[in-house]
């Protein structure tokens, strides 16, 4: 019988195994597909979740502070009644003094004088002596009232404190529970995000991306920050500039991370909610939440210096607020991925990351 020749005979098997590496290679793009689709969804509520942190988080340090204030207020007021009452007590006692004094000289006299008109000298003086108590008199009088009125002003308005500061409690109770709220769900979504690029095996590229990320943000900052003439940068100070978070030092400068490129900044242990403090003067140029970093604050310090402080709860500053050294810039938190509360800080010269601990003094 005839046949086909060998190679005729295995065509048809190779067109089907072709097929089927076809089909294997379209499932596979559709998984990945997949992957990226719920990558980026972990990604974006991680980001709602650190901004739903950061209001709150804000809210309640405003309440707080505004807390504190009414507290002083109140305290002023309280020093300024408890002045005001013993002014009024020594005004009473001073009044009743003149009164006594008064009466021993003699009412009668003054009484038998107008009758007795004999001695008009000693009338005349007698009328002026008796004068002169009766205006010291009014006017004590006077003064007590008005005394009296500036203390129920004073009552009244430390009244009116004590609402406010109630009311201002139980805000701060209200907001206390949305932060609590709100540092649960970033936390749900830092394990989901964790989970999906373990899964995936994501994990070394997804770093890569975050700093392929962070030096194409820099690398703007640096065009904007070339503009500022007024600053003189942060030659000067090395090795003496102030910690923006007193902490343990989770990781150094150069230090790999999880496989990941070397570090380029430090990672400093922080409590939630502490502030991270400016190490020098200077402007923010950059304060935004940034994929793998979290709420990111960046400072120019002119002469080709910039200061970057990642992880950030909240941010307190705005791009263009002018900086003080020491300044509360932003409060320690857990964001853009991090599982606990730290502050990533970094010191760039002309673009390049330096080691921040050359600059920074001895804790």
């Known amino acids: 019988m005839w046949q086909l020749p060998a190679h005729a005979q295995q065509k ?3 067109e089907k195994e072709l097929q089927q590496v076809q089909q294997e290679i379209k499932q596979t793009e559709q998984q990945l597909r997949q992957q990226r689709r719920q990558l980026q969804q972990a990604e974006k509520t991680l980001q709602q979740a650190d901004k739903a942190l950061a209001e709150a988080a804000l809210k309640v340090r405003q309440t707080t502070l505004r807390k504190q204030q009414l507290e002083q207020e109140s305290t002023r007021l309280d020093t300024q009644q408890k002045q005001l009452q013993q002014q009024l007590t020594e005004q009473q006692t001073l009044l009743a003094a003149q009164l006594k004094s008064a009466y021993s000289m003699g009412q009668h006299d003054y009484s038998r004088l107008l009758l007795n008109q004999q001695d ?17 008199r009014m006017q004590q009088l ?3 009232n008005q005394t009296v009125q500036d203390l129920e002003q004073v009552v009244a308005k430390l009244a009116a404190q004590q609402n406010l500061i109630t009311r201002e409690l139980n805000a701060l109770e209200q907001q206390q529970q949305q932060l609590t709220q709100a540092r649960a769900s970033q936390q749900e979504s830092i ?18 991306q975050n700093e392929s990320s962070l030096q194409d943000t820099i690398n703007e900052l640096r065009r904007l920050a070339e503009l500022s003439k007024d600053m003189a940068g942060l030659g000067a100070g090395k090795g003496k500039f ?3 978070l007193k902490g343990s030092l989770l990781q150094r400068f150069g230090q790999s991370r999880q496989g990941a490129n070397a570090s380029r900044g430090i990672l400093i242990q922080g409590i939630n909610g502490a502030n991270v403090q400016a190490i020098a003067d200077g402007r923010v140029i950059y304060a935004d939440w940034l994929k793998g970093y979290g709420w990111v604050i960046v400072l120019d310090h ?3 210096f910039m200061s970057l402080y990642g992880h950030n709860q909240t941010l307190l500053k705005q791009p263009g607020d002018r900086i003080n050294a020491g300044e509360a810039i932003a409060l320690v938190g857990a964001s853009g991925g991090q599982a606990d509360p730290g502050l990533y800080f970094e010191i760039r010269e002309k673009g390049e990351a330096v080691n921040p601990l050359l600059w920074l003094n001895r804790p």
Do not use: D, M
């Open 242 to 244: 102030p910690w923006p």
């Open 12 to 14: 048809p098997g190779a």
């Open 120 to 136: 008009t000298g000693k009338l005349e003086r007698v009328l002026t002596y008796y004068q002169y108590f009766n205006q010291a």
């Open 302 to 304: 002119g002469a080709g």
């Open 191 to 208: 394990s989901e995000l964790q989970a999906l690029l373990a899964k995936q095996g994501n994990q070394l590229t997804y770093l890569r």
């Open 142 to 144: 006077a003064t007590i």
